[in-house]
């Protein structure tokens, strides 16, 4: 959505404490199937970002899967 702009921070948490933690993950996703593009704003400012790809709609659900593929490369058939 952001065209490249804002990417994710590598994160992990490490318990200090003698005291057991439980740490839960939540996802919120649309809908497989919607149809999603970087927001206006930043195909304004940024039309030639090339860590994107583009400013053209896409699948959200291939794209998930594509990522998926090519972050997990050596576990895939």
Known sequence: ????????TL?????????????VAFFYETNFDAM??????????HPGNKTCQGNKKVVYGEHLVNK???TFANLVE
């Open 36 to 45: 999603v593009e970087p927001l206006d704003i930043f195909k304004e400012k």
């Open 11 to 23: 994160h992990r948490v490490i318990n200090n404490s003698p005291r057991y933690r439980v740490c």
């Open 68 to 70: 998926v593929k090519t």
């Open 1 to 8: 959505l952001s065209n490249g702009v804002y990417t994710s």
